[in-house]
C-alpha cells in the first residue's frame, strides 16, 4: 500500500509544545501534516477516512525530537568501527586486544579504525599510544579516535603515511604528542588528527550513502526525526544527501551544516545560503571550529588547565582569532546564518566578538548565529549570548558520559554554568538540545534524563541548580531545535498545519521518575504520518 501520511493516535499523553493546548489525548495526521490535536472524538473527526490508527495507551507522545548538532554519516560509520568505550574496555590493554582480534581478518594494508575511548575512565587513566599498537598491528595502520573526536592515536603505519615523524611540526591548530626524545607517541590532536585522517583512503559516495542510511535508522530508533549534521566538506558528502533525497530513502529531515573554508566560495557565488531545500533535506549554517574540546585539553580557555602553572596550557585557537572573524563577516554578508564550534569560555568570548563585530558592520533582522556546544560560560557571558540572541547549542549529556574528565580537567567551578538549562531559561535564552553523536550514544532519553537530573551515568550530581522539568527539557528537544534552524513554523509542536512528526515514548513519562527517563524506550517514531521505526 503506498504510502498517504495518514494516522490517527487516540488515547495517550500528548504533550504538544504548543501553549495555546499544551496537552491532548490525541492527534489526526492527513497527508503528512497534523490535522488536529484535541481529545479522541475531535481528532477521530479530523481523521482521514480508513486511516491506521495508533492506540497510545497513556503513552507520551511529542512532536518529533531534534538532534540540533550530531553527525550522521559518523554515526553510521562508527557502527562499523571497533567499539573503544567504557564500559566495556577497561584498560589500554583491552583496546590492544581489539586491534589485536581484528587486524588479522582484514587484509595487509587495511585501516583498522576504533571509536569512543576516554583515557579518564581507563584503568591506565591515559592516553594509548603507538608502543602499544605496533606489537599487535604490524601490518595494518590504525587509528583509535578518542571519544570527543578530537584526539587520536596512531600506530607507526598511521604515522608514516600520514607523514608525521620526529622531524614534523605541529599543524596550525594541533599538537603531536612526543616522548622524551622528541619521537611522536602516536597521540595526535585537533589538526594533527586530520592530518592522519587524511591519509585514510576516502569513501565513495555510495560508501557515504549506506552510512547515512545507517545512522539515520539509529537516530529513528532514538524518536530523532530531525537532525543537523554538523559539517559537510565536500561536493561526494552533500551528492550521499541528495541521492537519498531524491530517491526517497533519507531517513531523517536533515539541516547540512555547510564547512566555510571548504564550502563558502561556491555556495556565495551561486547565491545559495541559508534554508536553501525543502522540509526534508535544507541548507543551514556555515560552521567554523573555534577551538578544540575540554578532554583532549584543546578547549581554548581563559585560565591553564588543572595542575598547569600560571602561564601553562590554555588549550588551541583552530585559526587565528582574526581570521575567524573575517570569516564570520563574510558568511554574514553571504546570507548566512554562522554556527561555531566553541568550548572554552575563551573561545566563547572570541565567538561573540565576532558575530558582534559582524552584525554591527552588515545590520539584518534575526541572522541566529549559533554556538555549537557553549560549554564553559558564566553570568557575564550568559548575558552577551542573550544581549545578542546569539543560540547556543549544548551537548545535553555530554555530562552524564564525561562528567569525571570535565571535573579532573577543569575543576568543578568551572563547570557551575556547563550545559546549564535552567540559567539559560532564566536568562531568557533559546538553546536546542544536541548529542553531537557518535561523540555520545544517539540517545535523546539520556539527554532529558541529563536535563533533568544533573547526574553522571554513575549516578554523580554536579551543579543540581541547572535540573529543569520534563516539559522545559522536551522543550529543548523539540521547539528549540525548530527554531534553532528557522524551522518553528513547521515543526517542533504538535498543531494543525505543522509536520506530522510525533515520537511516542514506551512509558507517560509524567510517571517516571527523572532518574529512570534514559531507560525508557521509544515505541514509535513516525515521519509525515507514516510510522518509519517500532510497531504499536
Not at 571519544?147 to 607507526?156: K, L
Not at 546564518?337 to 575563551?346: F, K
Request: overall charge negative; glycine content about 12%; aromatic content about 4%.
Amino acid at each position: 500500500m503506498p504510502a498517504t501520511g495518514d494516522l490517527l493516535l487516540t488515547n495517550g499523553r500528548v504533550m504538544t509544545m504548543d501553549p495555546g493546548r499544551p496537552a491532548a489525548t490525541a492527534v489526526a495526521i492527513r497527508g503528512g501534516r497534523v490535522a488536529a490535536v484535541g481529545d479522541d472524538r475531535e481528532a477521530s473527526a479530523a481523521a482521514a477516512p480508513g486511516s491506521p490508527h495508533v492506540d497510545l495507551r497513556g503513552r507520551t507522545a511529542t512532536p518529533g525530537l531534534n538532534d540540533a548538532h550530531s553527525h550522521p554519516f559518523l554515526v553510521g560509520q562508527a557502527l562499523g568501527d571497533l567499539n573503544l568505550s567504557s564500559p566495556p574496555n577497561g584498560g589500554v590493554a583491552d583496546l590492544a586486544g581489539l586491534v589485536a582480534a581484528a587486524a588479522p581478518g582484514r587484509p595487509p594494508g587495511s585501516w583498522v579504525i576504533g571509536r569512543g575511548y576516554d583515557d579518564a575512565r581507563l584503568a591506565d587513566h591515559r592516553h594509548p599510544t603507538r608502543h602499544d599498537l605496533d606489537p599487535v598491528s604490524p601490518d595494518h595502520p590504525v587509528l583509535l579516535i578518542r571519544a570527543c573526536h578530537h584526539v587520536g592515536v596512531a600506530n607507526g603505519r598511521a604515522l608514516a603515511l600520514a607523514g608525521i615523524g620526529p622531524g614534523t611540526p605541529d599543524p596550525p591548530g594541533g599538537a603531536i604528542d612526543r616522548d622524551e626524545h622528541g619521537a611522536p607517541t602516536g597521540v595526535v590532536r585537533e589538526t594533527a588528527l586530520g592530518l592522519v585522517q587524511a591519509a585514510i583512503p576516502p569513501p565513495t559516495v555510495a560508501d557515504l550513502a549506506a552510512a547515512l542510511e545507517r545512522g539515520g535508522r539509529a537516530f529513528l530508533a532514538s524518536g530523532v526525526t530531525s537532525t543537523a549534521e554538523a559539517g559537510i566538506a565536500n561536493a561526494d558528502q552533500l551528492r550521499a544527501y541528495q541521492d537519498l533525497w531524491r530517491a526517497g530513502r533519507l531517513p531523517v529531515r536533515t539541516t547540512l551544516m555547510m564547512l566555510i573554508d571548504e564550502t563558502l566560495e561556491p555556495l556565495e557565488a551561486l547565491g545559495i545560503r541559508t534554508g536553501w531545500g525543502d522540509d526534508r533535506l535544507r541548507i543551514g549554517p556555515a560552521k567554523l571550529f573555534s577551538d578544540g574540546s575540554i578532554g583532549g585539553r584543546t578547549a581554548r580557555m581563559h585560565r591553564p588547565y588543572e595542575g598547569e602553572p600560571a602561564d601553562g596550557n590554555v588549550g588551541l585557537w583552530m585559526m587565528p582569532p582574526d581570521d575567524l572573524k573575517a570569516r564570520v563577516l563574510r558568511a554574514h554578508r553571504a546570507g548566512f546564518q554562522v554556527a561555531i564550534h566553541a568550548i572554552g569560555d575563551a573561545a566563547i568570548d572570541l565567538v561573540l566578538d565576532a558575530y558582534e563585530a559582524a552584525m554591527a558592520a552588515d545590520p539584518r533582522p534575526d541572522p541566529r548565529h549559533r554556538i555549537e556546544h557553549c560549554s564553559i560560560v558564566d553570568e557575564r557571558i550568559l548575558a552577551r549570548i542573550a544581549r545578542l540572541g546569539v543560540i547556543p547549542i549544548p551537548g545535553t549529556s555530554f555530562l552524564y558520559h564525561f562528567r569525571p574528565a570535565y571535573t579532573e580537567n577543569l575543576g568543578l567551578d568551572r563547570l557551575r554554568y556547563a550545559y546549564g538549562m535552567a540559567s539559560y531559561l532564566r536568562h531568557g535564552i533559546v538553546a536546542a538540545a544536541s548529542t553531537d553523536a557518535p561523540v555520545v550514544p544517539t540517545s535523546a532519553t539520556v539527554g532529558l534524563q541529563t536535563m533533568m537530573t544533573r547526574r553522571d551515568a554513575a549516578g554523580d550530581p554536579i551543579w543540581h541548580e541547572e535540573t529543569v522539568g520534563l516539559e522545559d527539557a522536551l522543550r529543548a528537544y523539540t521547539v528549540h531545535g525548530a527554531h534553532a534552524t528557522f524551522e518553528e513554523r513547521s515543526k517542533g509542536t504538535l498543531a494543525p498545519g505543522m509536520l506530522g512528526d510525533v515520537t511516542v515514548f514506551g512509558a507517560d513519562l509524567s510517571q517516571v521518575a527523572p532518574g529512570d527517563i534514559g531507560g525508557v524506550g521509544i515505541d514509535l517514531t513516525i515521519l509525515g504520518g507514516e510510522v518509519v521505526y517500532g510497531g504499536d
